[in-house]
């Protein structure tokens, strides 16, 4: 009799020494018995037989009438197909043509004779099992009066078929008692003379016909781990073609008698089998895998500890720091929960894995860690800086290391690792790295990782031939990435629900900042940007209109995701990036200049979304809260220019500066001397349009101004041509308010001509602005771009909040069709 399995309700968790037993047990416990109930999984006969149809399972059924079979890839199933390419008929005519004729792998009933428990031989011909046909042939007559006979009795059913994966009825009495297809089957074998009938009866297809996939006769741990990852790979909306699944049964996992899929043998490279056993395999074994049992290893799968990717410890030959890295290894998994842990993670252990190189130079080997002492420390940090010297490795991956090992260890005693008990027992005090042996990292470039405003719109104009070689969901993504600055994966993983109104009806993006596991955060956006989400949206519920919006995400992924539930992935998106970035022609700067497309990444738009907002003159505050930084250094990193860039502006912009009458003050000096930088930082104080140096008004930080800001009428005052966008916004709202104060007819006299702008003032203003024009006139084109350069730079870094409001620069029109 063959063994059977019914599904286990509850069963404890398994320990890295469970038994089959207690694994199967744990698996089954964890197999929905709706997914058994939809895949149409029999346990009394231990077959599968997912129905025509199942969203993951279940093929086409085959268009032929009678056919039971699913199609696969074809018009129609193979047997079909097979016998269309045979007939003279076209393929109208062929799938009006009933399918009667009998074949091996079609269901078999019962004999017809009355009380009969045997199969017929032909539904068509034969409805009556082989002993009663002889029988019909001796008594000769239509098949109606040979059932009719009341000589003619029933006969005794013969049991199961021989072959151990079979689950039909034998037709033969003899010996071996084997259904139709395996009776068959064995008279061709039996003619090899080294042919083992036992191994074949052990080892042989089942036969199963259409959709049936039999799981009889393999070990009750392996059925458990094939269906748990069948069940795996439905959830995840991988469909599995059901008579691959069947192949992979009969032809690999079967003919290797192992009790366990890990000990199941690689079927060919690159086939089918070999990738459907891999998937099934790795999701089976994830799912019994536990911290304990994975902490034993050298080699751990971090799905134990909830993150994604491996850490692998063989690169570490002493024992003790080897522990040592798996105990700190341990304990920030249990901390982290970003998806770059492993990475991050293993980089540490790259660290320690060129320490132990060092100590293996040693005598000892390093295994005597109460011999060692600061003179191992310092050959690993020359062995390091021999390393970079030589070119095997850069100067970022050399600090890296020597950082990483230098965590470890510190972390290694905060955490009571030196206890008697303890891996770093006995180590001494001055082996230890300290924070003056870490290399100092070379100065950060000058030019920033945020993307010119002429590339960004070249960028803009070709999103189409991007959504041309991935998909909509991609292109999206990136228009996203532009217009919020947000990281990667914070786009990649929106919600469906992620738009949102404030109270003045304006639209405002739900997001989650997963890197600081933020949730929840908001951020105002266009309205042609929530256009695009709104757009997405409704495209999300067409495609998923049985699922609810609340399990839905905004940028769903095109394959294994029948329910809707998972993103793009932001890896995928920074490959499809990068290639696309590559097939575009060159960018060229407005100075003819082609700019490095390696400096075009995604992680770039989010810089460009800084660096923007803080030409605009945004205060870092307000930048930081919409960068979603704790830091205001954090957000200057960014943006923040450096010193050497800023003392270079400021000499560009000084040799343009102006009085109050528009005379240039140092239109002769082709330098500013350091005593002049210092005495413009500390003897003049910023006001609007320009700088104040009366001292009084110096000393109180621009509070004491008798003239209350009407600067242009002060000989202290000065300006430059960074202050000529201010100027001219300025002498705009000074001519809209005087027109508007004329037209009040509902205000006194007295009141509008107190409120009303001087005529003088204006005038003063336009013959400034028209002095700083002139000026710049003369420049040559390539000294006004230097120029108009440099004063972007100089208003950026400009910090004028004197309790008057600010006058913010124009965002630049990156895309036509929709602000920045």
Known sequence: MKTLLTPTVTA????????DAELTAFLWSLISKDFLTEAGWNAERCVLDPPIGHPTLGGRRCPVPGCISPVKGLKLCSTCNTRFRASSFSYEEFVQVPRTAPYMHLPVGDCRVAGCERPWTDSGTRPVCRS???QLQKHGGTLEEFLAD???????GLGDCAVLACNRRA???????????????????????GFDEE????????????????FRGLPALVVAQLLFGLQHRCHRGARTEIGNFRALIDRTIRPSGATRLEDVPDPAANSEALILLNRTRIYAIRAVKTPEGEYAKDEWDLVAFGHRGSLVFTAIHQPWLRETAKRWARDYLSKVRSKSASSHAQQHLHGLAKLSDTLRARPDRGMDKAALARADIENFLNRMSFLEANGQMSALTRIAYISKARNVLREGRAMGLTRPDGPLAGLPDDFVITRHDVPKPPEPSEEGQDLPAEVMRQLGAHLDSFEAMTCYEIRLSVELLMDTGRRPEEICRLDLNCLTRDGQKKPVLLYNNWKEQRIGRQLPIHEPTAELIIAQQKRVRERFPDRPPSQLVLLPALNLNLRGDRSIDANHLSGMHREWVETLPDFLLDDGTVFDKEKIFPYAYRHSFAQRHADAGVPIDVLAELMDHDSYETTRSYYRVKEVRLREAVERVTQLQFDRHGARIWGAVTSVLDAERARRAIGAVVVPFGTCSEPTNVAAGGGACPLRFRCVGCDHFSTDISYLPDLRTYLDDLLRQREKLRSMSEADDWARAEATPSDAEITRIRRLIQRVTDDVDTLTEAERAEIQKASQIVRQMRQNFLGMPRIRQPLPDLRVERPA
Not at 171 to 193: F, M, N, Q, Y
Not at 199 to 214: D, I, K, N, Q, Y
Request: charged content about 20%; glycine content about 8%.
């Open 132 to 134: 009663h046909w002889w």
């Open 199 to 214: 191994t074949w009866l052990r080892t042989a297809p089942s036969g199963a016909f259409a959709a049936e996939v039999s």
């Open 12 to 19: 404890p968790a398994p320990g890295p020494e469970a038994s």
């Open 150 to 156: 009341p000589s003619i009795k029933g006969l005794p």
């Open 171 to 193: 037709v033969s009495a003899g010996e071996t008692r084997l259904c139709h297809a395996h009776e068959k089957r064995i008279w061709t074998l039996r003619k090899d003379p």
